[in-house]
């Protein structure tokens, strides 16, 4: 059984950077593509950014792209999530999630196709 812990949010002015970071224990993500997802109340879950589990390729929803990174640390069997120019918008909890031998060709959509999810870390961005 995979679990997954998400951390790194927090309140933020507009304009900042975040990181957030989705540690797995239980099990390698090494074949696991991972997404990262974020809900805002009275709002549809929405993807926001993946990674695929064998060739590392990357997708990013037009609402972050430009302003987010993903990235994969093997040693560390952790996913980050690095947000710059941080808007009101992004508020949201965001949550992490894997799907064996997934892959990442588009942003990820609804995220019915992920297993394994963590717990959410919220994010906050005001004045």
């Known amino acids: 059984q995979q679990h997954l812990s998400e951390s790194g949010g927090g309140l933020v002015q507009p304009g900042g950077s975040l990181r957030l970071s989705c540690v797995a224990s239980?099990?390698?993500?090494?074949?696991?593509?991972i997404g990262w997802f974020r809900q805002a109340p009275g709002k549809e879950r929405e993807g926001v950014a993946c990674?695929?589990?064998?060739?590392?390729?990357?997708s990013y929803a037009d609402s972050v792209k430009g302003r987010s990174t993903i990235s994969r640390e093997k040693s560390e069997n952790t996913v980050y999530l690095q947000m710059n120019s941080l808007k009101p918008e992004d508020t949201a909890v965001y949550y992490c999630?894997?799907?064996?031998?997934?892959?990442?060709?588009?942003?990820?959509?609804?995220?019915?196709?992920?297993?394994?999810w963590g717990q959410g870390t919220q994010v906050t961005v005001s004045s």
């Open positions: 990674i695929s589990s064998h060739d590392g390729t990357i």
């Open positions: 999630a894997t799907e064996l031998f997934g892959s990442c060709s588009a942003p990820p959509a609804s995220g019915n196709e992920y297993n394994f």
């Open positions: 239980g099990s390698s993500l090494d074949y696991y593509a």
